[in-house]
């Protein structure tokens, strides 16, 4: 079974660019996942997707930062324009259903730098 | 809003010692996971605790639950070079999403 793919796994941009992280979750996961871990800091919810609903978004930080997930199979999350505190590690993750026998599949995460 | 803080944030151990992290957190929680990432890796699952006293254990790593105190601790035995990664808890609410820790770097040398 194939994991959670991201990509790119790395990402350099000026800030003022965009940037477009993808996310392919596992096979058949309805539930896919945002998180993002800055400077360090904790890792932070960003959002929640069943299928290709936004069932939760309220940590998206502001509007410069917009998530789909059309036909309910990979995602896209989008920065624009970047901006310096942007900098960090995204990681998607996927679900069968919201169950602790269903635990998430994290990705490896696309590091992204804002310069 | 439910905090989580872990401690230590970094952990510098010789092999063959034992060491604990703690994990608090400040409300109520139904759940709390344990997870490992190695560098430039995803978070691997260790561990889930579903309830007040709740023991796990895989090979070093032994995990607790206390929800009384909101704490968890995971407990390194005999450390040795390969257990060298950064250990994240995790809690949740019956919401969904997880709330993390900072995390605790471990480097476990010879």
């Known amino acids: 079974e194939a994991g959670v793919t991201q990509f790119p796994s790395h990402s350099v941009i000026e800030k003022g660019q965009t940037v477009t992280l993808r996310c392919d979750p596992i096979s058949g996961h309805d539930n896919l996942y945002w998180y993002r871990r800055v400077m360090g800091k904790e890792i932070k919810f960003l959002l929640h997707?069943?299928?290709?609903?936004?069932?939760?978004e309220s940590g998206m930080p502001n509007n410069r930062f917009l998530a789909e997930r059309t036909g309910g199979t990979y995602s896209t999350l989008k920065v624009q324009p970047a901006e310096l505190e942007d900098s960090g590690v995204y990681f998607c993750?996927?679900?069968?259903?919201?169950?602790?026998?269903?635990?998430?599949?994290f990705g490896n995460g696309t590091r992204l730098t804002v310069t | 809003e439910l905090k989580v803080e872990q401690n230590p944030l970094f952990l510098s151990m010789q092999e063959g010692k034992n060491y604990t992290i703690y994990c608090n957190y400040s409300t109520t929680s139904d759940r709390l996971y344990w997870y490992r990432q190695d560098p430039g890796k995803s978070l691997e699952s260790l561990f889930v605790l579903l309830s007040n006293g709740a023991v796990k254990q895989e090979g070093r790593l032994m995990a607790s639950l206390d929800t009384k105190a909101r704490l968890s601790t995971l407990h390194i035995t005999a450390a040795v070079h390969d257990l060298s990664a950064t250990y994240f808890c995790?809690?949740?609410?019956?919401?969904?999403?997880?709330?993390f820790g900072t995390g605790t770097r471990l480097q476990v040398f010879p």
């Open positions: 993750a996927s679900s069968q259903d919201w169950s602790y026998n269903s635990p998430l599949h």
């Open positions: 995790a809690v949740d609410q019956d919401t969904d999403k997880l709330i």
């Open positions: 997707f069943v299928k290709e609903s936004k069932q939760d």
